[in-house]
């Protein structure tokens, strides 16, 4: 009678154990997959962020892009403006040097009349 009811304690203790490891189990196999969700929402989370972040840092540098070809063409315009001034100054001081010239030639002669004259 003694093994028994040594068999059945055996018994019944052995299936309280795997009971309480099943239970444990299935509350682990629960808390992975809580685990599992979580990083998955998270992971969704992150590459959405980076998505918007890449989208706005394109739209910027689209922008930037932008100012800098219409700086450039700004400049260019200026480059040009700055061009037709010099030429004008240049054709202006050109000018002027020849009605110099032409005076000087003037007063040579004149210098040149007075002293054959003197003479």
């Known amino acids: 009678m003694k ?3 040594k068999h059945t304690l055996k018994k019944v203790t052995l299936e309280l154990v795997y009971q309480v490891v ?3 189990t299935t509350e682990l196999i629960q808390k992975i997959d809580e685990v ?3 990083q998955e929402d998270d992971f969704r989370y992150i590459v959405q962020k980076i998505d918007t972040d890449i989208g706005s840092v394109r739209n910027e540098i689209g922008q930037l892009r932008s100012e800098v070809k219409s700086d450039i063409g700004s400049v260019r315009g200026e480059i040009g403006q700055l061009r037709s001034e010099v030429k004008a100054e240049i054709g202006q ?3 002027e040097i ?3 010239n032409q005076r000087l030639d003037a007063i040579i002669q004149m210098l040149m009349t007075l002293r ?3 003479k």
């Open 3 to 5: 093994g028994i009811i």
């Open 22 to 24: 099943d239970e444990r």
């Open 93 to 95: 001081l050109r000018t």
């Open 116 to 118: 054959t004259d003197q």
């Open 98 to 100: 020849g009605a110099l």
């Open 36 to 38: 599992k969700k979580k």
